[in-house]
């Protein structure tokens, strides 16, 4: 179990002339409450970036399936795919509007094995063993796809590639980086940061940041 | 500060003194000359010279010898977490 | 030992360019307390709508320098906290820290010496509070700097590094350029390598203690070659900034 301090109460300082981070009028509505604008795009990590070859990467779908599949990189870049447009909100408080990523989606991965009617939730687990947890039906239908491309582009190492997860209706550590595989399960289990404090679910819109929000 | 070209896999990465702050805050003490035995390796370090990842939603401090996660930390508005499963142990000079 | 660190609102007294990027800063603490050479302060920012950044930055200071802290800040151009300090920071306005912060980077006279400080760029801070103390103590143990810059303008402490080189010949400072040399420059020209600390620590027959701080590459280079070259590594402590600093 992990040992939890409370946190002493903040001061009521200000910091003459910091305005902090913007929140620009002409875009405030499509940013989440708490969310602040960026251009650039950080780079978060848990650990050093993995470089797995790609004629040693693979993708697997596994657990309660009938029989799990497994896609070599040449396998997967023969899937069809499709390029969207959507906003990003880290849980560290940015927001990147109108990112472009090209990648399969769920739905089509899903056409290769037969999902067993127990199924409810979905482990995602990626090189350097980061895990992130996530309910089947806000996958499917478009809301999840294992994206290689950004902006026209493969997918640079740091940001995930060369594929990773991505789940924009949710906070971006859900969209695991470096992703090998997903695995069904019936019942939720918390990931590597859903089991430290953040939320279980993590919808931006809602505000889920931590667990108890 | 010069910019070397970087592979990002070390660059992202700063020593386990960057977050003396926090871990004194938990402790009460300085912990940056802590020593941490890995669980996985056995390998023993300072805390202060552990790698450590801290541009995410939490700190993971790792072993420089293995990379194993060896602690994790998470800042939440009303508690602080700190799981260190990957840790045997962490010895601590008795304080004087 | 150090017991609960708490946030304190210091008074900027001074504020002074170093290079074009860099300045220092120093702070009347309220509640100041003797640091060791090596150590940091935090910096919180707090904006009216309470949102908090926090940043940590080396102190420059020698503990000597009572009841004032010193801080040398690097303005990173798309930073968050750095081009605050650098442009709306004036002297007269408080600024929240905490510290001090930090036992593993340390190094004070009575650790003993020789003394090796290898720094890139901005990571000279931490190792200028470390030959101010000394010198402040008027220790006489020899101590080198290997220092690498880009440019001749990007030198901090230049002048006081030279006049404190000058004072005692028990301190040695080897500069090496990677981008741009002084005219006539007949030092290192090149990014700090296994060959050039072989002949820096030549005199101390590897039995130094070295302290190396800067961006995460080059320390990370200079420890493995001290390794290769086989000092002890618990003589060795390294402090990386990490890809910003900002």
């Known amino acids: 179990m992990p040992l939890r301090y409370t946190i002493q109460p903040v001061a009521g300082f200000i910091s003459r002339g910091f305005l902090g981070r913007r929140r620009p009028a002409e875009v405030e509505n499509r940013l989440p409450p708490g969310q602040y604008l960026v251009t650039d795009f950080p780079v978060l990590s848990a650990g050093p970036t993995p470089h797995t070859p790609l004629d040693r990467w693979s993708f697997t779908i596994e657990g309660l399936v009938q029989s799990p599949v497994t896609w070599s990189w040449d396998e997967f870049q023969k899937l069809p795919t499709q390029t969207v447009t959507v906003d990003i909100s880290c849980v560290t408080k940015w927001t990147k509007l109108d990112t472009k990523w090209r990648g399969v989606t769920f739905d089509t991965l899903l056409q290769a094995v037969q999902v067993e009617p127990t199924a409810h939730y979905v482990m995602a687990y990626s090189d350097g063993g980061y895990t992130t947890n996530l309910p089947l039906d806000e996958m499917v239908n478009g809301q999840a796809f294992v994206a290689y491309e950004f902006d026209g582009k493969p997918l ?58 | 500060m010069e910019r070397i070209e970087a592979d990002m896999n070390t660059a992202l990465m700063v020593d386990g003194n960057a977050v003396a702050g926090e871990l004194q805050r938990i402790f009460g003490r300085d912990m940056t000359m802590a020593v941490a035995r890995c669980a996985g390796c056995a390998n023993e370090a300072e805390m202060g010279a552990l790698m450590a990842f801290t541009r995410g939603p939490g700190v993971v401090l790792r072993c420089p010898a293995c990379q194993a996660a060896i602690a994790r930390i998470v800042e939440t508005p009303s508690a602080i977490y700190l799981e260190a499963r990957g840790a045997t142990y962490l010895r601590l000079a008795a304080q004087s | 030992m150090q017991p609960l660190i708490e946030w304190q609102a210091g008074t900027v007294t001074e504020i002074r360019p170093e290079t074009p990027q860099t300045k220092s800063f120093t702070l009347a603490l309220p509640k100041w307390t003797a640091h060791r050479p090596g150590q940091h302060y935090d910096v919180r920012l707090t904006a009216p709508d309470g949102y908090q950044t926090q940043r940590s930055y080396s102190i420059a200071s020698a503990p000597e320098q009572v009841g004032e802290l010193e801080l040398t800040v690097e303005r990173i151009p798309d930073g968050e906290v750095s081009p605050y300090l650098h442009d709306v920071l004036v002297p007269g306005d408080q600024l929240e820290v905490r510290g001090p912060i930090g036992g593993y980077f340390v190094w004070e006279v009575g650790l003993g010496g020789p003394l090796l400080l290898v720094a890139g760029g901005s990571g000279i801070v931490p190792l200028m509070a470390m030959l101010r103390h000394r010198a402040a103590q008027r220790a006489t143990l020899p101590a080198r700097l290997l220092y690498s810059s880009r440019v001749p303008d990007g030198v901090i402490y230049r002048s006081e590094l030279v006049q404190l080189s000058d004072r005692d010949h028990a301190l040695e400072l080897f500069f090496t350029f990677t981008r741009q040399a002084p005219e006539g420059w007949t030092g290192y020209r090149r990014r700090i390598d296994e060959a050039m600390l072989t002949e820096v620590i030549r005199p101390f027959e590897e039995r130094a203690r070295v302290y190396v701080c800067g961006p995460t590459l080059l320390v990370e280079t200079v420890a493995n070659a001290l390794v290769r070259m086989g000092l002890p590594t618990e003589l060795i402590r390294t402090e990386r900034f990490g890809p910003t600093g900002s």
């Open chain 1, 156 to 213: 640079a190492p740091e940001h995930g590639g060369p594929a990773r997860l991505v789940v924009p209706h949710l906070y971006f550590w859900k969209s695991a980086k470096w992703i090998r595989g997903l695995r069904l399960m019936e019942r939720n289990a918390p990931g590597f940061w859903e089991s430290l404090g953040y939320h279980i679910h993590g919808d931006p819109w809602k505000e889920e940041r931590y667990s108890g929000d």
